[in-house]
């Protein structure tokens, strides 16, 4: 779940800087490129977040500003981020079930 932060965080940061009227939008371009590199070079979160879905939110979630802060900014965002941290709890909880059905001992009738 740390991890999903650090991108719900960068999300946040990119957002508020397409969604500030003064900010350059320059600025954005570097911390995007960074997160994608990141995400390109981490296979476990490869797993969870796709890069399709991450640039899905960088490119099209500047029509939800919200203009009550950075916080507010993004439907997209906040969808993915919930989808994000479902599929880690599935993840988790698929792996439990496996090493349960790995020590069960096996019904032979």
Sequence with gaps: MQKIKYYEEGLETILDIKCSP?????????VQQ?????LQTDPAMRLVIREDD????????????????PASNGKLR???????????ERNKYKSV???????????SK
Excluded at 78 to 88: D, E
Excluded at 97 to 107: A, G, N, R
Aim: proline share 6%; with cysteine.
């Design 97 to 107: 079930v496996e090493k349960i059905l790995l020590l069960s001992p096996s019904d």
């Design 34 to 38: 960074q997160h994608i590199l990141r």
């Design 22 to 30: 003064i900010t350059p939008k320059e600025r954005r371009k570097p």
């Design 54 to 69: 991450l640039r899905a939110v960088i490119d099209h979630d500047d029509k939800f500003c919200g203009g009550k802060g």
């Design 78 to 88: 906040h969808l993915y981020a919930q989808i994000w941290r479902l599929k880690v």
